[in-house]
Structures are given as C-alpha cells and as structure tokens.
C-alpha cells in the first residue's frame, strides 16, 4: 500500500528535479562549478530552497557520484541478462559488460569524469556511495564466478607470492577465495578490473586517437588480453556483436 504523502511526493520531486540540474551543470561547468548557488541559478529555485536539499556542496557531489555510480552499473547489469539469457560464454558476457560500460562512458563523459577523473579538490566521497560504487565489480566478479563454475578457466602459470594481496571485504565481495589452482583469482580479478578502468581513461579522455586506427576493435583486443590475466577466452571473432562503432 502506498503510504507517501502530497509533500513526500513533492520532496522526491525536488531532490530528482535539483539532481537534473545538478548533472546539467556538471556537464557545463565541471565539479569545480557545482554549489548550492549555481544550482539554484540553474533550476530557478532561492539558494535557501536548494541547501534544503543539500546543504553543501558535497552533498551535492555524492548524489552524482552515487547517481553515475548507479547508472553505469545498471547498464552493465542489462548487458549481462541479456547475454546470459542468450546462452553467452562467460567471454561473450565479459564482451558485453564492458562494451555497455564504455558506452556509458563516452555517453556521459561529465559523470565518467567525476568518478574515474581526477579528484575533486577538498572531496572525499563518503561510506554512502560505497554501494553504488560496487556494482561494476559485482558484475565482473559474477561473470567470473561463473566461468570458474562452468569450467571455463585456464589454470594460471604464476600463483601469488606469500599471504593474500587483498582485504577481507573484497574476498568477500567475490565470494571467497577460491581453491588451488584458482586461489588467487580474486588478485587477477582486480587486474582485470582496474585495466577496464584505465582503458576507458585513455579512450574517453582520447588518449589513444592518435595512434590507434580502430579504437571500438581496439578496446575488444584490450579487453581480451586483460582477460587472459584470469584464464578467460573472450570471443573476437565476431560471434559478440559489436554494440557501438566509437
């Protein structure tokens, strides 16, 4: 039943409608230009009405980093049902998440920015985008998960050195550790990981147009190679189709 009321709607409204404005400025002005000011210039609102909602300007800033946080990894989300409702390879999976990832990417290079840019002078993003934050690796981790349970692993030729290379809670985050010869999978994952990061960094801010002819192929052969890293074959030879030419 719904309990909300006439000014519960009109709150949510505000906060949704303070947020637009919010992005619309991020995309003109950069994270620099966001304050409680220059949102309320922009949405036509008083500055008492804006810092009603957000009181500063990092209140501001978490609800975009949470917001990007949220709408790339929703895209990453559907990329995978999908393919994983068309019977796809865990390579083929892989494929798809980190094309609809670098879709997103390119689509709303502001927000990309704010949370894989560089950092915001004076921000420090709070426990609150924490899981907002985790739903890229949730769906690389459960791509994983699954070609290590379907047998589509390679055993690695180099194990980690020593004691474990990661804190408790991203074990956790995977699962667990799984058993020899894939004990350190969850190290190799992370590799994978931060190499699609750094990836879509050199694309986005176009780092790579001056010496790669064909960025889209170039960035399924990246892809590729960083996942060998974990033993995973992804499929380049046309069997994925490709979801955008950039």
Same mark, same amino acid.
């Given at each position: 039943?719904?309990?909300?009321?006439?000014?519960?709607?009109?709150? !949510?409204?505000?906060?949704? #409608?303070?947020? $637009?404005?919010?992005?619309?400025?991020?995309?003109?002005?950069? &994270? *620099? %230009?966001? =304050?409680?000011?220059?949102?309320?210039?922009?949405?036509?609102?008083?500055?008492?009405?804006?810092?009603?909602?957000?009181?500063?300007?990092?209140?501001?800033?978490?609800?975009?980093? !949470?917001?990007?946080?949220? #709408?790339?990894? $929703?895209?990453?989300?559907?990329?995978?049902?999908?393919?994983? &409702? *068309? %019977?796809? =390879?865990?390579?083929?999976?892989?494929?798809?998440?980190?094309?609809?990832?670098?879709?997103?990417?390119?689509?709303?290079?502001?927000?990309?920015?704010?949370?894989?840019?560089?950092?915001?002078?004076?921000?420090? #993003?709070?426990?609150?985008?924490?899981?907002?934050?985790?739903?890229?690796?949730?769906?690389?981790?459960?791509?994983?998960?699954?070609?290590?349970?379907?047998?589509?692993?390679?055993?690695?030729?180099?194990?980690?050195?020593?004691?474990?290379?990661?804190?408790?809670?991203?074990?956790?985050?995977?699962?667990?550790?799984?058993?020899?010869?894939?004990?350190?999978?969850?190290?190799?994952?992370?590799?994978?990981?931060?190499?699609?990061?750094?990836?879509?960094?050199?694309?986005?801010?176009?780092?790579?147009?001056?010496?790669?002819?064909?960025?889209?192929?170039?960035?399924?052969?990246?892809?590729?190679?960083?996942?060998?890293?974990?033993?995973?074959?992804?499929?380049?030879?046309?069997?994925?189709?490709?979801?955008?030419?950039?």
């Amino acid at each position: 039943m719904d309990v909300s009321t006439p000014a519960d709607d009109e709150n !949510t409204a505000r906060h949704a #409608a303070l947020r $637009a404005t919010a992005r619309q400025l991020l995309v003109k002005l950069g &994270a *620099a %230009g966001l =304050s409680p000011e220059t949102v309320a210039e922009g949405s036509g609102l008083s500055v008492a009405d804006v810092e009603a909602v957000f009181p500063h300007r990092d209140d501001l800033l978490t609800a975009l980093v !949470t917001d990007a946080y949220d #709408a790339s990894g $929703a895209a990453m989300e559907e990329a995978d049902r999908s393919a994983a &409702a *068309a %019977g796809a =390879s865990a390579g083929a999976r892989l494929l798809a998440v980190t094309r609809a990832l670098r879709t997103w990417s390119f689509d709303n290079s502001a927000e990309f920015t704010l949370i894989y840019g560089s950092p915001v002078p004076g921000y420090h #993003a709070p426990q609150d985008t924490v899981p907002a934050a985790t739903r890229t690796p949730a769906v690389l981790a459960g791509i994983v998960r699954s070609a290590l349970a379907a047998g589509e692993l390679t055993p690695p030729r180099r194990a980690v050195p020593g004691p474990p290379l990661l804190l408790p809670q991203a074990v956790q985050l995977f699962g667990g550790t799984p058993e020899a010869p894939f004990s350190d999978l969850v190290e190799r994952g992370m590799v994978l990981w931060s190499s699609l990061v750094g990836l879509l960094v050199f694309q986005v801010f176009s780092r790579t147009h001056d010496s790669v002819r064909d960025e889209s192929a170039y960035f399924d052969f990246a892809i590729a190679v960083a996942a060998e890293s974990i033993g995973l074959s992804v499929p380049l030879d046309g069997t994925a189709a490709r979801a955008e030419t950039r």
